[in-house]
């Protein structure tokens, strides 16, 4: 990117208007997880789905009538990537024998259809499911803090969890405001966003804390801006490989990996930004200091304060 | 010197990227349409005979056989197209009859000295090759409750037995059982009775108004027993009538404490598979009819091996396999196989009203079978294929009564091991331990599988050729480095899922592409370092010496947190969450060995050792 001597772009500039957006983004995706909710796939809610391939495009309304008349209430039709694919959701979980009598209740009007894929889940499975998940959710972010937080500094943990979480919460975020599908890819994804926003984070404090201890002058302030001008160009390179593949997954990839290659795609653009303007943000806030970072000093061993070098085993490597 | 790596280090990736290409190479090769053909039962033996009228029934069907194997306890012949296989499975099932079960299978086709090797393909997960998936939950309370029933019924007897009388016993909630007496004595006559025989209970002594009690409380070692003891009945039960369906590799797992995940590749007949999972197989024992019996109280069975072989039997049954508590091949002494059965209280109390006055007389063992037999019957040219319901009922063991029986007794004079074996089989899978009820289902047609596999592949080629085009303009020469390197990553990882045998799912695949697209991380910033080492003005070798071992504490921080959310991930995931989390940790494994070694070596051999002007590496400076 910027390989000239130019003096660092001044990220930290930003920091007052990157706080207000990322505030305001936070507040108004939690404001719409309370108001709208997600919507949770079959995966969570339980119910039954049926998706279907007709030979000719059928008219959903139609469709929809069918099913109204045979005494069904609560689903949803819709189209499912082509016109000839149907999709019917139905709330209900009590019934395992939903989906051959759907079938027979369509095939009954006479048009030709087959079977593509059926699903049913019983609601307890899904109610325990959107507990597991919460939990692997919250844990992984708490491993995280730990593991940071030993092997960095404890605000450096913070710096990193609350990124994550900003991240998550975002995408969760769009995710209610579009109503889109939150089932368990999407799950996975999110647990993907925390570890690719972690990569991304990890970096630049990585720097930010070489820099405290090789730079001898300077105030926070300079250090963390330097850091990220350094860090940049990795950043944007790596975002940008993830995105073109994620991209690639998103239009080629099919209906069902679909939702988790968008949820992917908002989480890398999110996390990168949250790498710079969270995480450095909240490190200049809580104060980070030179005396934070500094190898704790041997007593009579001189020239403690040496940056951090690789273990002795890689360079035998 | 610098940048230079010894031999041996070379040498070790060499050996590391052969071994990766041998195990990954299996993949390349197409599995192949095949039928495989297994004995309907453990006896049933596949020999070069059946195979031999099985091949001969597909070429007089004018079906083109590729190839086919023998093994120890199955066939498996290999067609040449998806048709021919639809075509072969009832063409051989007619040909070989009820014996032998006939399954639909993909059969890789890995060359024998890659097999050798001990390589072979990954397997593909149900949402990639089509299927049926189940979740099942046991019914744990019942399964308890049905216990203490038991519990209580045997009891009860032993008190009437000892003389011992007792006012009332009942089961109370979910884990009790209270007896209430007279007066002190016999209760604790009755206390040190129970003390003795039934120590997997918590014992109390307690006063409900003018009723002297006993509470009986299953401990909860013995209530996780129960549980326990009831899954995995289930599961042999289930895995009993899974193999009943011919399928090929199908999966019974246990999911957590009560659930039960069935998986049948290749099934469309979600409906069919339901009735034999849920499918009542059953046992029915019975006395052979007296020689001067009316024939109105008889009835005329055969035996299940020997069709021909029939055996007159008692109309009133004695008892059925839902009395059946347990039962296990053992020997007896003279080390002849036998079946040792454990009755619960009420099939004890029968089978020793029946028995007692019968020794010497001979007692069956009925076998009692629900199946649905497809048939194919030609309407107007096209075969139509049409199900029904059979109720099947085959002696499988006629024996001599030597003594009255009570609630354990056993079947001897029987012929093999494997034949005790699979009556035990047979007997404990006669009834589940504990109702099941469906929670979860999912059919996937063969359809959407190869358009998820399509949809799959694509992505993955086109997100890599993106990558490696964007690495390329961006680093030049340092780029094809990187290039090499990611190959070298997704070879690496396609041959530790292989080695392993994961399953490779949908989610698996986009784990897969998220690899290749944080894959090249380690190197970008590798390069990135090297660039700003360069920019400081230090040679190029030193810069590249410095770039790699300042940039490794970055890669491996973050390298290790992001493996910790994905074993976090595969620890608390299922299904699809699961299948990502394998491929996310063996791809950060492998990407940071390739990142990190299999460039430096390569860079190494490029650039160490020599004097170096300028580097490849992209931007203006490094070209300066």
């Not at chain 1, 994804?189 to 002058?217: C, H, P, Q, W």
């Not at chain 2, 009860?156 to 037995?161: G, I, M, P």
């Not at chain 2, 049409?386 to 609630?407: D, F, N, P, W, Y």
Request: proline share 2%; hydrophobic share 45%.
């Amino acid at each position: 990117m910027s390989d000239d001597q130019k003096q660092a772009f001044d990220f930290m500039g930003f920091r007052k208007i990157a706080s207000a957006i990322s505030i305001i983004l936070v507040v108004a995706s939690i404001a719409l997880l309370g108001m709208r909710g997600l919507n949770f796939g079959m995966d969570f809610t339980g119910g039954t789905s049926v998706e279907l391939e007709y030979a000719q495009a059928p008219q959903l309304d139609e469709v929809r009538s069918t099913l109204t008349e045979a005494g069904y209430d609560q689903f949803v039709v819709q189209n499912f990537g082509a016109d000839t694919i149907v999709l019917v959701r139905l709330s209900e979980s009590g019934n395992d024998q939903l989906a051959p009598e759907i079938v027979d209740t369509l095939s009954a009007t006479g048009n030709e259809l087959k079977l593509i894929s059926s699903e049913f889940v019983g609601s307890q499975v899904g109610d325990e499911l959107k507990e597991d998940s919460g939990l692997a959710l919250l844990l992984a972010l708490v491993v995280v803090l730990i593991y940071v937080g030993m092997r960095f500094q404890f605000k450096f943990g913070i710096a990193s969890v609350v990124p994550l979480a900003h991240d998550v919460i975002i995408v969760l975020g769009v995710f209610a405001l579009f109503q889109w599908t939150f089932d368990l890819t999407v799950l996975a994804a999110l647990l993907a966003i925390i570890g690719y926003s972690l990569n991304d984070t990890i970096v630049v404090a990585d720097r930010i804390r070489e820099n405290f201890r090789k730079m001898r002058v300077g105030e926070s302030w300079d250090i963390i801006n330097e850091s990220i001008h350094q860090t940049i160009a990795r950043t944007i390179n790596t975002s940008g490989t993830t995105l073109v593949v994620l991209l690639a997954l998103y239009f080629l990839g099919g209906e069902a990996i679909n939702k988790f290659a968008l949820a992917l795609i908002i989480g890398v653009v999110v996390g990168t930004y949250s790498s710079i303007y969270v995480s450095a943000n909240l490190l200049m806030v809580m104060g980070v200091s030179r005396e934070d970072l500094m190898v704790p000093a041997k007593e009579g061993v001189e020239g403690s304060e040496e940056e951090e070098q690789p273990p002795e085993w890689l360079n035998r490597m | 010197m610098l940048n230079k790596y010894p031999l041996w280090k070379n040498l070790i990736i060499l050996v590391a990227i052969v071994i990766g290409f041998i195990y990954a190479l299996p993949n390349l090769f197409p599995d192949d349409y095949a039928v495989q053909i297994t004995g309907a039962r453990s006896s049933t033996e596949v020999n070069s005979n059946v195979l031999d009228r099985a091949i001969k029934a597909l070429e007089s069907d004018g079906i083109e056989v590729k190839s086919s194997t023998l093994e120890d306890r199955d066939a498996l012949i290999r067609l040449t197209s998806s048709d021919d296989q639809l075509r072969a499975r009832p063409a051989v099932q007619a040909a070989l009859g009820r014996d032998y079960l006939v399954a639909l299978n993909m059969a890789p086709s890995t060359p024998s000295w890659l097999k050798s090797m001990g390589a072979g393909p990954m397997k593909l997960g149900l949402d990639l090759r089509g299927g049926v998936h189940f979740l099942l939950e046991v019914d744990m309370d019942t399964a308890v409750g049905q216990r203490l029933e038991a519990v209580s019924g045997q009891i009860k007897r032993e008190l009437r037995e000892e003389r011992i009388r007792y006012r009332g016993g009942d089961v109370q909630g979910t884990r009790d059982i209270v007896l209430s007496f007279r007066d002190e004595a016999t209760r604790t006559e009755a206390f040190d009775l129970i003390k003795r025989q039934y120590n997997e209970f918590l014992l109390d002594q307690r006063t409900d108004g003018d009723e002297l009690q006993i509470a009986l409380t299953l401990s909860e070692a013995e209530v996780s027993a129960i549980r326990k003891y009831a899954l995995e009945q289930n599961l042999t039960t289930i895995r009993n009538r899974v193999n009943e369906l011919g399928v090929a590799e199908p999966l019974v797992q246990q999911q957590g404490s009560n659930r039960i995940i069935v998986e049948l590749p290749g099934v469309q007949d979600t409906a069919q598979a339901k009735r034999v999972l849920g499918a009542t197989a059953n046992l029915e024992f019975r006395m052979e009819a007296r020689q001067d019996a009316a024939s109105s109280e008889t009835e005329q069975f055969s035996f299940r091996d020997e069709r021909q072989r029939t055996a007159r039997l008692e109309r009133d049954v004695i008892a059925t396999g839902n009395n059946v508590a347990n039962a296990q091949q053992a020997f007896d002494e003279n080390g002849q196989p036998q079946v040792s059965i454990t009755m619960d209280s009420v099939g004890g109390d029968l089978m020793n009203r029946a028995t007692r006055n019968a020794i010497g007389r001979r007692m069956a063992v009925l076998f009692i079978e629900f199946r649905t037999e497809t048939e194919t019957k030609m309407v107007n040219g096209e075969p139509v294929e049409s199900e029904k319901r059979v109720v099947e009922k085959g002696i499988i063991s006629l024996a001599t009564v030597q003594s009255a029986l009570g609630s354990s007794f056993r079947i001897t004079g029987l012929d093999s091991i494997p034949e005790a074996a699979e009556l035990a089989l047979l007997l404990r899978a006669g009834a589940l331990a504990a109702p099941m009820y469906f929670v979860q289902e999912r059919t996937i047609g063969p359809s959407l599988g190869q358009k998820n596999i399509d949809a799959g592949m694509m992505s993955v080629g086109l997100g890599f050729i993106l990558v490696l085009l964007y690495m390329l303009v961006y680093y030049r020469g340092f780029g094809v480095v990187a290039n090499i390197a990611l190959t070298v990553n997704l070879m690496l990882l396609i041959a530790c899922m292989s080695i392993l045998s994961a399953t490779l799912t949908l989610p698996g695949i986009a784990g897969i592409v998220l690899t290749v697209g944080m894959a090249v991380d380690a190197n970008v910033l590798i390069f990135e370092r090297i660039k700003e080492e360069l920019k400081s003005g230090i040679s190029p070798q030193l810069a590249i010496n410095s770039g790699y071992s300042r940039a490794f504490v970055s890669i491996f921080d973050a390298n290790i947190t992001t493996l910790l959310v994905a074993v976090i991930l595969f620890a608390m995931g299922s299904g699809p969450v699961k299948g990502f989390a394998v491929t996310l940790c063996i791809g950060i494994l492998t990407s940071m060995f390739s990142g990190l070694m299999v460039s430096r070596s390569i860079v190494n051999m490029v650039y160490g050792g020599r004097r170096v002007e300028k580097l490849s590496i992209g931007g203006k400076l490094a070209n300066v």
